[in-house]
T-cell receptor, first 117, second 108 residues
Framework: EAGVAQSPRYKIIEKRQSVAFWCNPI?????LYWYQQILGQGPKLLIQ????????DSQLPKDRFSAERLKGVDSTLKIQPAKLEDSAVYLC???????????????FGNGTRLTVT | GQQVMQIPQYQHVQEGEDFTTYCNSS?????IQWYKQRPGGHPVFLIQ?????EVKKQKRLTFQFGEAKKNSSLHITATQTTDVGTYFC????????FGTGTSLTVIP
């Protein structure tokens, strides 16, 4: 099966600029996650979608981050305006079932490495 | 809030030595998953543990889930250079909480 697709692979922007990341999950996976991984740390959940609805966005900095999954398939994550501390790898993951059961493994994409200067 | 800690943060071993990483949660978990992330790569699922006291093996890797479902361990027997990477536990309680990771270096 095709894996989780993410683009771009790398992005360098100046602080206060905006940036968008795109993710296409594995076909048939209802749940989609966006994680932020700062160098040397574990992934931190930003937002979780079940089909096109938000399940958990409690750790999403909503003053600058937004995400959508309009048709319940692919998703975009946007940062506007970016800050220096947003420099990280943004990982998209998908799973067959939602994390309310915790039964399905997470399949991660290759991530987008964002550098904010 | 929910915290999942791992120790050690780094581990350097000679090829052929054993390796263990420990994962501890501040609260009881419903299940735990383990992932491996190669340098420059993304986390890849290894295994899931659900039951209290559960032990699972994958070739040279042994995974354990504590009786109280608050801790877990991953043990690798006779490490190989292909084992290099960062090992993360991800504890599940409403959502997945990733541990801080243990970076393994294997010296040939």
């Amino acid at each position: 099966e095709a894996g989780v697709a993410q683009s771009p692979r790398y992005k360098i922007i100046e602080k206060r600029q905006s940036v968008a990341f795109w993710c296409n999950p594995i076909s048939g996976h209802a749940t989609l996650y966006w994680y932020q991984q700062i160098l040397g740390q574990g992934p931190k959940l930003l937002i979780q979608f079940q089909n096109n609805g938000v399940v958990d966005d409690s750790q999403l900095p909503k003053d600058r981050f937004s995400a959508e999954r309009l048709k319940g398939v692919d998703s975009t994550l946007k940062i506007q305006p970016a800050k220096l501390e947003d420099s990280a790898v943004y990982l998209c993951a998908s799973s067959l079932t939602g994390s309310s059961t915790g039964a399905s493994p997470l399949h991660f994409g290759n991530g987008t490495r964002l550098t904010v200067t | 809030g929910q915290q999942v800690m791992q120790i050690p943060q780094y581990q350097h071993v000679q090829e052929g030595e054993d390796f263990t990483t420990y994962c501890n949660s501040s609260t009881t978990l419903s299940n735990i998953q383990w992932y491996k992330q190669r340098p420059g790569g993304h986390p890849v699922f290894l295994i899931q543990l659900v039951k209290s006291g559960e032990v699972k093996k994958q070739k040279r890797l042994t995974f354990q889930f504590g009786e109280a479902k608050k801790n877990s361990s991953l043990h690798i027997t006779a490490t190989q250079t292909t084992d290099v990477g960062t090992y993360f536990c991800a504890g599940h309680r409403n959502q997945f909480y990733f541990g801080t990771g243990t970076s393994l270096t294997v010296i040939p």
